[in-house]
């Protein structure tokens, strides 16, 4: 069974760094693309970032373009969202999700969020 | 960047009613379209891929249609659980968009 589990949420002060981790199992995890996917308290879905399976493809945002960062370690099947420079804008849970292809796809698997609240 | 347009925005149904939500897409995405529902405090969950594939134990009521601009989720004999909200995603490439949502509420 996948599991997807987000970790490294948290309250930051705007302006500051934080780095979200994604812990997956139960799946072939190097064979697919990950992607983080962010939801503002009350709001719709915001795709944020995308890596391939093997980590030579990242794509972002507009809105976090040069402030996020996607990585992933197959040997150990995690992801990662390093955040910089963070803004009242950003506050929200954010998803680990699991793409249907090794890129871009469909997303069959979803962590349950790890919340971001950035206020000072 | 591709818009995804999800009409209406709120829609009030009855246990037993067939409905349909309708998204567009700002130019053609052939199919390379998904819908997911979403409950409250709950993660979306994927019921159709492809525009008109469904997702591995997602009941048959529920269906997908269109390609190019136009698509349609349609959820036949309403049921309790399915009050929710469904948003559209188009995955043709980056940026991927979603739909702004729609809410299906208990009339």
């Known amino acids: 069974q996948v599991q997807l589990v987000e970790s490294g949420g948290g309250v930051v002060q705007p302006g500051r760094s934080l780095r979200l981790s994604c812990a997956a199992s139960?799946?072939?995890?190097?064979?697919?693309?990950m992607h983080w996917v962010r939801q503002a308290p009350g709001k719709g879905l915001e795709w944020v970032a995308l890596?391939?399976?093997?980590?030579?493809?990242?794509y972002y945002a507009d809105s976090v373009k040069g402030r996020f960062t996607i990585s992933r370690d197959n040997s150990k099947s995690t992801v990662s969202l390093e955040m910089n420079g963070l803004g009242p804008e950003d506050t929200a849970l954010y998803y680990c999700?699991?793409?249907?292809?090794?890129?871009?796809?469909?997303?069959?698997?979803w962590g349950r969020g790890t919340l971001v609240i950035v206020s000072s | 960047d591709i818009q995804m347009t999800q009409s209406p925005s709120t829609l009030s149904a009855s246990v037993g009613d067939r409905v349909t939500i309708s998204c567009r897409a700002s130019q053609s995405i052939t199919d390379w379209l998904a819908w997911y529902q979403q409950r409250p405090g709950e993660p979306p969950k994927l019921l159709i891929y492809r525009a008109s594939r469904l997702e591995g134990g997602v009941p048959f009521r529920f269906s997908g249609s269109g390609s190019g601009t136009e698509f349609t989720l349609t959820i036949s004999n309403l049921q309790p659980d399915d009050f929710a909200t469904y948003y559209c995603?188009?995955?043709?490439?980056?940026?991927?968009?979603f739909g702004q949502g729609t809410r299906l509420d208990i009339k």
């Open positions: 890596i391939s399976d093997d980590a030579n493809d990242r």
């Open positions: 995603q188009h995955y043709i490439g980056s940026p991927i968009t």
């Open positions: 999700v699991k793409s249907q292809s090794v890129v871009a796809g469909s997303y069959d698997s």
């Open positions: 139960g799946f072939a995890f190097s064979t697919y693309g």
